[in-house]
Structure formats: structure tokens, C-alpha cells
């Protein structure tokens, strides 16, 4: 059956400065062949330090950034061959839930305006998208008041909120949730957390559910792919890569989590020097090879290839961590 979304090969290159390169002479690489599915009605996690380029794939799956190379199915047609007329049809159905709400807010706008916004681009009519405001407020619990007050005036919980009954406004059959509770207290995450899955007990809306929390995406998504320097390093059954994660990175990961560094992942790939090979030559290999506490000479001469492994499970990494052959 063909998948509600495809990624295949899909690369995105940025041509301005970033964090990674602030004065950049040519296009640098964000993510690189970047390929995944993900059918209706399932939750898929991406989970990554900050800088790896989670935000940059959403907005590529809902083409707010236009891929470089690469093609995103959706439903086996090209989104990223189309242009805007094209793809005008399918903006109802993929919808995002921005990582700053406020940010993507249109600050001038009253509560009741934004979440109608999408509505309107639908040319839903006046009577129709008033009652569908007022259902969707209901769904995501908040206060009617609130439909005449301005952005400025919600706290963090409730804007987190008016940006998912936006996103949720035309029934989309994908939602991209870049780390939707980020920034709210541990009881207002709950909630939300429950909200997306009641949403889904009586929908087939996809989530894409994108956070730095390994374990903590877990608790939505069934798969969980994880993401390093703009690559896909290792994807999988989420229960697996909790328990026994094979790439050294997906392991650092959950180690910073139960650490409580949860907000910027694991602390070494950050604060270890460059490494080189022994020799002192810095060669093109594993994109992880910098910061791997297992890197072998193998690691240093040659990119690992993605192997796939029982149950859906896949990993790029020569030495993987739930094998014994990565003695370094
Ligand atoms: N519009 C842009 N122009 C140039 N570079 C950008 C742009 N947006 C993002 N970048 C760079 O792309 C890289 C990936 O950014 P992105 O926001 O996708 O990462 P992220 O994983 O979502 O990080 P975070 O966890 O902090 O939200 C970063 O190095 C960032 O500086
Ligand atoms: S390929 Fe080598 S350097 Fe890369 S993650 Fe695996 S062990 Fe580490
Ligand atoms: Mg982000």
C-alpha cells in the first residue's frame, strides 16, 4: 500500500549564514538524504540535538522550505516538483505546529482570527468557520473569552494551544508537532501530550512529532527516527531504540535525557575538540566520527551504509553499540 507520506533522498541546502556557518561561501547541506515513510494515522518521532535540522525537515514535508534534491510522496505524487499553484490543494492537508507559537503568530491578529485563518484560505464560509472555531476551542480547552484577546495576552500553555486548534482547523491528515510542549511545565505537557492522543484515538491524523527527548517522544510514537548533523543515523521501533540503541549517538542521546539535559542533547557532542584520525589527517567518513567514542580507522575512511535490521529497525553506523564488535 502506498504510503500517506514518502521521503526519498530529500536534501536541503541553505545558501545564507546559520550557526553551523556564519559566513558561508556556498550553499551549506542541512540534511542529506534524508528517506522515511510514515502511514495514516501513525506517529512517528524525530528526535535530535538542537542545530540537526528537525525543524528544517518539517517545513520541508510541508513546503514552507522547498527540498534541494529529493522527493516527498504524498500519496505517491511529488510535492516537492510542484509550485505554489500546484500544491495549493494539498496545504489543508499538512499542517504544522511551530516550535515558538508566538512567532508564528500574526501578533496583530485576535485568537479567534488565527485559528480561522486557515479556514478562510479554504473559503470556508462565515457561519461554518465561526462553528468550527468554537469546536475547536472546545477541543483544545480553552476559554471562549479567550477568542477575542490578543496573542500578547495568552500564556506560553495557551498559545501552545490556539497553534495546535489553527493547525487542527482543516482536518489535516498530517501534523507536524516541532516539539510542542517545549518551554511549558511538566503538568501543561501532560496535557498536551493526552490531547494529541485522544485527537488521534478518534482521528487518522499522521503526527510527525519532533522533540529532543528520546524517551519522551516515545510516549506518542510508535517509530522513532533520530537525526545527527542534518542525517538520519539510525530509525526504528521506538520501544527498541529506548532499550537497546545500536548508533553511539541514539545512546548518548538517552544518556543526556536520564541525565536531565534534556533541552540541548548529549553535552559531548558539543564540548569535545575536534578529533582526527590518528596521524592527525581529518578525513571524510562517518558524519559521527568527530565525537564517537567508538570510531575505528574503518570509521575515518569510510561513510557506514544504512543497514536495515529485524523489524523495521535500521542503523548507519559500523561498530553499533548492541553489537560487540565496536571494542575501541
Ligand atoms: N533560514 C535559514 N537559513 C540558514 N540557515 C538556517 C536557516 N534555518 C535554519 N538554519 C540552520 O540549519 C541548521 C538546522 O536548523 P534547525 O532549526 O532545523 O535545527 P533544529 O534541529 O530544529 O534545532 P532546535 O532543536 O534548536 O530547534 C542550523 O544550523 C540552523 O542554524
Ligand atoms: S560508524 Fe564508527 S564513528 Fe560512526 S557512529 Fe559508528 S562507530 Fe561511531
Ligand atoms: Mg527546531
Known amino acids: 500500500m502506498t504510503p500517506l507520506l514518502a521521503l526519498e533522498g530529500v536534501g536541503v541546502d541553505y545558501a545564507g549564514p546559520s550557526r553551523l556557518a556564519p559566513r558561508p561561501a556556498k550553499a551549506v547541506a542541512i540534511l542529506t538524504d534524508i528517506s522515511f515513510t510514515l502511514d495514516r494515522g501513525e ?4 528526535v535530535g540535538e538542537s542545530g540537526s535540522g528537525k525543524t528544517t525537515l ?3 514535508i510541508v513546503q514552507m522550505v522547498r527540498p534541494t534534491r529529493g522527493r516527498v510522496l504524498w500519496e505517491g505524487v511529488d510535492l516537492a516538483a510542484l509550485d505554489e499553484r500546484g500544491l495549493r490543494p494539498y496545504r ?3 499542517q504544522m505546529v ?3 507559537p508566538y512567532e508564528a503568530m500574526n501578533p496583530r491578529l485576535t485568537i479567534r482570527q488565527i485559528i480561522a485563518e486557515p479556514l478562510r484560505l479554504a473559503r470556508v464560509p462565515g457561519a461554518e468557520c ?3 472555531v468554537a469546536s475547536l476551542l472546545d477541543l483544545v ?3 471562549p473569552a479567550s477568542l477575542s484577546r490578543m496573542p500578547r495576552e495568552l500564556s506560553g500553555g495557551q498559545r501552545q494551544r490556539v497553534g495546535l486548534a489553527r493547525a487542527l482547523a482543516t482536518g489535516p491528515a498530517l501534523l507536524v508537532l516541532d516539539e510542542p510542549t517545549s518551554g511549558l511545565d511538566a503538568s501543561l505537557q501532560a496535557r498536551i501530550l493526552n490531547l494529541l492522543r485522544d485527537i488521534q484515538d478518534t482521528s487518522t491524523t499522521s503526527y510527525l512529532f519532533i522533540g529532543h527527548d528520546l524517551a519522551a517522544v516515545s510516549y506518542l510514537a510508535r517509530r522513532i527516527i533520530v537525526l545527527w548533523g542534518g542525517h538520519i543515523v539510525e530509525q526504528g521501533p521506538a ?3 529506548v532499550a537497546t540503541p545500536a548508533h553511539p549517538y541514539t545512546a548518548a542521546l538517552l544518556r543526556a535525557a536520564g541525565a536531565g539535559n534534556q533541552d540541548q542533547g548529549p553535552a559531548h557532542t558539543k564540548e569535545r575538540p575536534p ?3 590518528p596521524g592527525g589527517i581529518v578525513t571524510i567518513g562517518c558524519v559521527y566520527a568527530r565525537h564517537c567514542p567508538r570510531a575505528q580507522d574503518l570509521c575515518w575512511a569510510e561513510g557506514p551504509p544504512f543497514r536495515a535490521r529485524a523489524g523495521g529497525h535500521s542503523v548507519a553506523c559500523h561498530y553499533p553499540q548492541d553489537t560487540d564488535q565496536g571494542s575501541a
Not at 506517529?43 to 524525530?46: E, P, S
Open 275 to 277: 578529533a582526527t584520525r
Open 92 to 94: 489543508p492537508h499538512l
Open 141 to 143: 480547552g480553552l476559554d
Open 58 to 60: 518539517g517545513r520541508a
Open 43 to 46: 506517529t512517528v518521532g524525530l
Open 130 to 132: 465561526a462553528r468550527r
Open 98 to 100: 511551530f516550535q515558538d
Open 239 to 241: 520501544a527498541v531504540l
